[in-house]
């Protein structure tokens, strides 16, 4: 069973919204630092937002900066709420998690996949009229 396992994903239309949750099966979140990240068809895999425990500090992309926030819901659970979505966000979307990590949010988003131990196994997004 994976320790992270993300659900919400779906097919929308431009403008609309969705909510994505990662849940935790062992990992107490409040000790770990967590993000989100995305892979669209033929790209590299982002971070599009980021949440540090090293330095409370929060992390969004400029590509999805204003339309979605990363929430720490209790000790086992992230959200990425996510409005006015458009079709470049269609893509596959992952959290991830590293304890305790000494970095705030921009530099966990900027790390690459072998430097967070905990990866969820992706839920996808898919934004078309």
């Known amino acids: 069973q994976p320790e992270l396992v993300e659900s919400g994903g779906g097919l929308v239309q431009p403008g609309g919204s969705l909510t994505l949750s990662c849940a935790a099966s062992t990992l107490a979140l409040d000790d770990y630092s967590i993000g989100w990240f995305r892979q669209a068809p033929g790209k590299e895999r982002e971070g599009i937002s980021c949440?540090?425990?090293?330095?409370?500090?929060i992390y969004y992309a400029d590509s999805v900066k204003g339309r979605f926030t990363i929430s720490r819901n209790d000790e086992s659970t992230i959200s990425l709420q996510m409005n006015n979505l458009k079709p470049e966000d269609t893509a596959d979307y992952y959290c991830a998690a590293r304890y305790r990590i000494q970095t705030g949010a921009q530099n966990m988003c900027a790390m690459s996949s072998q430097n967070l131990p905990y990866w969820g196994q992706g839920t996808h997004v898919a934004v078309s009229s």
């Open positions: 949440s540090s425990v090293y330095d409370s500090s």
